[in-house]
């Protein structure tokens, strides 16, 4: 099983669990890119604000999307190591999701 790439396309696979398992890890995956492309982005526009904003309101919702995305990570990061994982895949979770960060 292929996890961090793309699936195999024109090869049979004779257990369609097997491909849903497969589906759902790339799914996490990507999501966990997203996730921390988002955070990257709202970090940066935050420490931005710092700088030069003095409205309370727009730092406060700034801050509030910096915390919204390190909650979603923090979800993935969940599903990567629970046991559901463990039975769809004996990838080691930590090993996928420091590729992941590497990768950016």
């Given amino acids: 099983m292929q996890i961090a790439g793309k699936m195999k ?25 997203r996730g921390l492309r988002r955070l990257d982005r709202t970090e940066q526009k935050y420490r931005n604000l710092l700088q ?19 909650a979603t990570l923090t979800d993935i990061e969940g599903f990567f190591r629970s046991q559901w994982f463990g039975t ?8 996928l999701l420091q590729e992941v960060r590497n990768r950016g």
């Fill in 9 to 33: 396309k024109g090869l049979p696979n004779t257990d369609p669990f097997e491909d849903l398992a497969q589906a759902v890890i790339v799914q996490a995956v990507q999501d966990y890119r």
């Fill in 52 to 70: 030069w904003c003095t409205r309370s309101d727009r730092l406060y919702n700034a801050r509030l999307n910096v915390l919204d995305a390190q």
């Fill in 88 to 95: 769809l895949t004996k990838v080691d979770p930590e090993r």
